[in-house]
């Protein structure tokens, strides 16, 4: 792994490439583009959790989905819902950095002071090594108008789950009578990836009324052959065990198939719970904002073969 000194001459090409107008002269087979270009040249960068590396942690860079370096300005996307539209897709202003001495130096509003060596991996792809937590961190670059948001909603499921207090059953289409047909409301705690909770309350209730009757705990699958799809399996205290294909219809529905009974369960978010991460949104929100319980970590997933083809 070479520096970004060093590294930076792997940008070059793309820089003269992707520019509207280009000229050609000696002095520009030395030019190398300077720290603040690399980390400004896109609109937001994905931070591809599952890939982090060493034994420490950045809150801030954590929870984050993507993080945008703006005119000595740092954005975060710390939600999946309203991610795009938010901040005009850049999300929450969290923090300032500034490019001195070759280092990404960061303040955040709450984790404080943070630097940052840069690799340049390719044209769109760098590290941030922080080597007083020894950790690394691997960031994608996108423009908005190319970001993939399907991608990001599949690849942190998981936590597209936990971004609302409950999940209220709105629909219910064909198959045969089964257990699950009694189930109305659904949550997935933050805590951790592993535990959900369910109700048969009446539709229409209140969120922090419901009263949860079963606990257990999930887990979701990747599906061979298919991005836009997963498995999720509910495996209850009792022993009980209720498998579905999981779509996400939109940043606020989700659609659960479920494969023994061929029966279609749409299910709307209630309660949305944002993920603020700053002095004064935690002074000014709603109670329902959480900001100590979440954190992004590296999900490996089991890959199934789909049983049910429609």
């Known amino acids: 792994m070479r520096t970004l000194k060093l590294l930076f001459i792997l940008l070059s090409t793309s820089f003269i490439f992707n520019a509207c107008t280009t000229f050609y002269d000696d002095s520009f087979d030395n030019y190398q583009p300077s720290l603040e270009e690399v980390v400004s040249n896109y609109d937001v960068w994905y931070v591809d959790i599952h890939r982090t590396t060493g034994n420490g942690d950045i809150p801030f860079v954590s929870i984050a989905f993507t993080l945008s370096f703006l005119n000595g300005t740092m954005y975060a996307n710390n939600n999946i819902v309203n991610i795009g539209r938010t901040?005009?897709?850049?999300?929450i202003r969290v923090g300032n950095y500034n490019t001195y001495n070759g280092f990404l130096e960061t303040?955040?509003?709450?984790?404080g002071y943070n630097d940052f060596e840069v690799f340049v991996r390719s044209n769109n792809e760098i590290q941030l090594y922080n080597r007083r937590q020894n950790v690394t961190y691997f960031l994608i670059g996108y423009l908005i108008n190319n970001f993939d948001y399907d991608q990001l909603f599949y690849e942190n499921i998981e936590y597209f789950l936990q971004e609302y207090k409950a999940w209220e059953k709105i629909n219910t289409?064909?198959?045969?009578?089964?257990?699950?047909?009694?189930e109305n409301y659904l949550q997935?705690?933050?805590?951790?990836?592993?535990?959900?909770?369910?109700?048969?309350?009446?539709?229409?209730?209140?969120?922090?009324?419901?009263?949860?009757?079963f606990e257990g705990s999930y887990q979701v699958f990747d599906v061979a052959g298919f991005q836009n799809l997963k498995i999720l399996t509910l495996n209850y205290g009792g022993g009980d065990i209720e498998e579905f294909e999981l779509t996400v219809t939109n940043d606020s529905n989700i659609?659960?198939?479920?494969?023994?009974?061929?029966?279609?369960?749409?299910?709307k978010g209630r309660g949305f719970t944002p993920y603020l991460k700053s002095e004064k949104s935690v002074k000014d929100a709603?109670?329902?904002?959480?900001?100590?319980?979440?954190?992004?970590?590296?999900?490996?997933r089991e890959i199934k073969e789909r049983k049910f083809l429609k």
């Open 87 to 91: 901040g005009n897709g850049l999300g």
């Open 107 to 111: 303040v955040h509003t709450i984790d």
């Open 173 to 182: 289409t064909g198959g045969t009578p089964n257990a699950f047909d009694n």
């Open 188 to 213: 997935f705690t933050p805590q951790n990836i592993t535990t959900f909770y369910s109700s048969q309350d009446s539709f229409g209730t209140n969120i922090d009324n419901v009263l949860w009757d």
């Open 255 to 267: 659609r659960l198939f479920h494969i023994d009974s061929n029966t279609r369960y749409d299910f």
């Open 286 to 300: 709603p109670e329902t904002v959480r900001n100590d319980d979440r954190k992004r970590t590296i999900i490996k």
